[in-house]
T-cell receptor, first 112, second 114 residues
């Protein structure tokens, strides 16, 4: 079946540094979603991307829908301690949530 | 706070038992989804209801069942529990049953099967 790979698996960065992570798929997707999960909480949608090449920002977060439609990237600028958590990418071919596939996540730790 | 509530927050039970997890969606949301999150499988979609009717099924075991009631709250029933069923179970809701309607996740129920 379809699988998503996320890299890196985990990151330890200094406060104030920029962060980059990516997600790759073996299949073409029409939609990419990026979520953040804080410890003890459910995932929260950060950014949704619907078109190849699309670049979307949400505050210090910027995500891009790869041109090949098989990958997506998330950048966080000037990291702060509250950025700590697990970042999940998710993608699927259509628009219905039941077909969404989640990546394994990237764990981010920010050192003050 | 996403507006989605789940109870209980933690549940510890024994193998072979049956449990019921409850979810109240955000006010106005018609669609409810259940997910299982485990360390080895990640976040897996189980089942979706829309306005009281089952809309889609994912990787849900036959020992598991769910329903959505007229007031739109939903329950996930897990029976004949096995050690491998230990996981976080999330409920999510959205206004409509597809994108771009945003999906909001609840805080989850942590199930431990001993």
């Amino acid at each position: 079946g379809q699988q998503l790979n996320q890299s890196p698996q985990s990151m330890f960065i200094q406060e104030g540094e920029d962060v980059s992570m990516n997600c790759t798929s073996s299949s073409i997707f029409n939609t990419w979603l990026w979520y953040k999960q804080d410890p003890g909480e459910g995932p929260v949608l950060l950014i949704a991307l619907y078109k190849a090449g699309e670049l979307t920002s949400n505050g210090r977060l910027t995500a891009q829908f790869g041109i090949t439609r098989k990958d997506s990237f998330l950048n966080i600028s000037a990291s702060i301690p509250s950025d700590v958590g697990i970042y999940f990418c998710a993608g699927h071919e259509g628009t219905s949530y039941d077909k969404v596939i989640f990546g394994p996540g990237t764990s981010l730790s920010v050192i003050p | 706070d996403s507006g989605v509530t789940q109870t209980p927050k933690h549940l510890i039970t024994a193998t072979g038992q049956r449990v019921t997890l409850r979810c109240s969606p955000r006010s106005g949301d018609l669609s409810v989804y259940w997910y299982q999150q485990s360390l080895d499988q990640g976040l897996q979609f189980l089942i979706q209801y829309y306005n009281g009717e089952e809309r889609a099924k994912g990787n849900i075991l036959e020992r598991f069942s769910a329903q959505q009631f007229p007031d739109l709250h939903s329950e996930l029933n897990l029976s004949s529990l096995e050690l491998g069923d230990s996981a976080l179970y999330f409920c999510a809701s959205s206004v409509w049953d597809s994108l771009p309607s945003t999906q909001y996740f609840g805080p989850g129920t942590r199930l431990t099967v001993l």
